[in-house]
């Protein structure tokens, strides 16, 4: 069963404490991004990655680290320094362009609402 | 970057068709346009993408003109499970997800 998997579905963070959110995909895509979104808005890009090992900022980085040691998995590490991490945060991944194909379809997770304590 | 304009929410009764209008003036020659749908508490899923003219698939259908300013996604016959949050994307470097159009369809 193809498809991108966040863990947990709820988190909830102490104060100064950093906390990881978990996104495997198993659907073989290159590129894997993060996004938060906020109640009645849009989604906002926080990062973003193309290949293993690389990965660059999106709009909301602050606050926010990643990692791509590998191809499945894209962790996103919400740190002390993001100051009102509540939001609801989903995991995407798309496939690489192939011409003539339909482009840049983006797939995502279930999505994982954090909140403070 | 391709920036769009959506009205913020629309209303419609069950059996209806809902068409919404998204302007993109200037989109990339080579940028496909994309929407999705999004319902509370779940990540947005794929409805259907085109370039030019019309396209259709089983869920929706979208019109294009020709100079691709703006498009329109048209749902037919809606029902209150299409009430739900609708996003329109020109394809660019980087997806900007912006406000959307909440769509309410009443019995």
């Known amino acids: 069963d193809g498809g991108i998997t966040q863990s947990p579905k709820y988190l909830f963070r102490k104060e100064g404490q950093n906390v990881t959110l978990s996104c495997e995909q198993n659907l073989n895509h290159d590129a894997m991004y993060w996004y938060r979104q906020d109640p009645g808005q849009g989604l906002r890009l926080i990062y973003y990655s193309q290949i293993v090992n690389d990965f660059q900022k999106g709009d909301i980085a602050e606050g926010y680290s990643v990692s791509r040691e590998k191809k499945e998995s894209f962790p996103l590490t919400v740190t002390s320094a993001q100051k009102n991490p509540t939001a609801f945060y989903l995991c995407a991944s798309s496939p690489p362009r192939v011409a003539g194909l339909a482009k840049n379809i983006q797939y995502f997770g279930a999505g994982t609402r954090l909140s403070v304590l | ?107």
């Not at chain 2, 300013?69 to 997800?97: H, M, N, Q, W």
Request: net charge neutral; glycine share 6%; aromatic share 10%.
């Open chain 2, 1 to 107: 970057l391709a920036k769009t304009t959506q009205p913020i929410s629309m209303d419609s009764y069950e059996g209806q068709e809902v068409n919404i209008t998204c302007s993109h003036n200037n989109i990339a020659t080579n940028d496909y346009i994309t929407w999705y749908q999004q319902f509370p508490s779940q990540g947005p899923r794929f409805i259907i993408q085109g370039y030019k003219t019309k396209v259709t698939n089983e869920v929706a259908s979208l019109f294009i003109p020709a100079d691709r300013k703006s498009s329109t996604l048209s749902l037919p016959r809606v029902s209150l499970s299409d009430t739900a949050v609708y996003y329109c994307l020109p394809e660019t470097g980087k997806l900007i997800f912006g406000q959307g159009t909440t769509l309410q369809v009443k019995p």
